[in-house]
C-alpha cells in the first residue's frame, strides 16, 4: 500500500521561528510537492521537485524554502514563519515524469503560527 | 493560463439520490483530468482520472465522471449517494507535471 508520511499532523510555531515540515513517501516517487489548502482557496502549489536536489517554485513560493537530498524524503522550511503561513501543508508524491499519473497525498500538517 | 473551476461551494443532496459535482477547465493542449476526495482532517485521496478514450470514466466508491470537450466539463456523478460520501471533493488538470486543483466542493449527504 503506498503511503506519504508528514512528520507532525498538527504544529504550533511563534512569529520568526524557522519552521521545518517533513515529507516521506515509500513507493520510489520521483515528483513530490508542498501545497497550502486554504478554505475557499483550493491548493495551491508551493514548490515541487522533480529529482534528488532538484527544486522548481510553484505558484506561491514566497516566504518559502525546499530541500531534497534523498529521493524519498522532501522537506519544506519557512525561513521566519509569519501569521499569514498558518495554513493545512499536504506533501504529494507521483510517479514519473507524466501528466498521466495521479498523486498520493499525506495526511496534511495543520500549521498554526501566533 | 491554467484554470480549474468548481461553481458550487456546496452540494446537498438527499441519501440514495443521483449527485453531480461541477467542473470546468481551461488548459492548452490535451487535458487530463482528476477527481479527488478528502474526508475530515485527512488528506486528498485519487478517485478517478481522465486520459483519452471513452468520455465517462468510473473510478473509486462507485463514483464515475463524465468529459465533455465542447463545454471544457468534467462533472462527478454518482448515481445513488450514500451518507459516507459527504467529503470536499476537488477536480484538477495535470498539465505539463503541474497540477492545478478548483476551490473544492463540499458535499452533504443528508440521510
Known amino acids: 500500500d503506498v503511503k506519504v508520511t508528514q512528520s507532525s499532523r498538527y504544529l504550533v510555531k511563534r512569529t520568526g521561528e524557522k519552521v521545518f515540515l517533513e515529507c516521506v513517501q515509500d513507493m520510489d516517487h520521483e515528483n513530490m510537492f508542498w501545497y497550502r489548502q486554504d478554505p475557499g482557496l483550493g491548493l495551491r502549489l508551493i514548490y515541487f521537485s522533480y529529482d534528488v536536489k532538484m527544486k522548481e517554485k510553484g505558484d506561491i513560493p514566497e516566504g518559502y524554502s525546499v530541500s531534497r537530498e534523498k529521493k524519498e524524503r522532501f522537506s519544506l522550511i519557512l525561513e521566519s514563519a509569519s501569521t499569514n503561513q498558518t495554513s493545512m501543508y499536504l506533501c504529494?508524491?507521483?510517479?514519473?515524469?507524466?501528466?498521466?499519473?495521479?498523486?498520493?497525498f499525506g495526511p496534511g500538517t495543520r500549521l498554526t503560527v501566533t | 493560463a491554467q484554470s480549474v473551476a468548481q461553481p458550487e461551494d456546496q452540494v446537498n443532496v438527499a441519501e440514495g439520490n443521483p449527485l453531480t459535482v461541477k467542473c470546468t477547465y481551461s488548459v492548452s493542449g490535451n487535458p487530463y483530468l482528476f477527481w479527488y476526495v478528502q474526508y475530515p482532517n485527512r488528506g486528498l485521496q485519487f478517485l478517478l482520472k481522465?486520459?483519452?478514450?471513452?468520455?465517462l470514466v468510473k473510478g473509486s466508491y462507485g463514483f464515475e465522471a463524465e468529459f465533455n470537450k465542447s463545454q471544457t466539463s468534467f462533472h462527478l456523478k454518482k448515481p445513488s449517494a450514500l451518507v459516507s460520501d459527504s467529503a470536499l471533493y476537488f477536480c484538477a488538470v495535470n498539465n505539463f507535471n503541474k497540477f492545478y486543483f478548483g476551490s473544492g466542493t463540499k458535499l452533504n449527504v443528508k440521510p
Open positions: 504529494a508524491s507521483s510517479l514519473g515524469d507524466s501528466q498521466l499519473y495521479e498523486q498520493y
Open positions: 481522465y486520459i483519452t478514450g471513452d468520455n
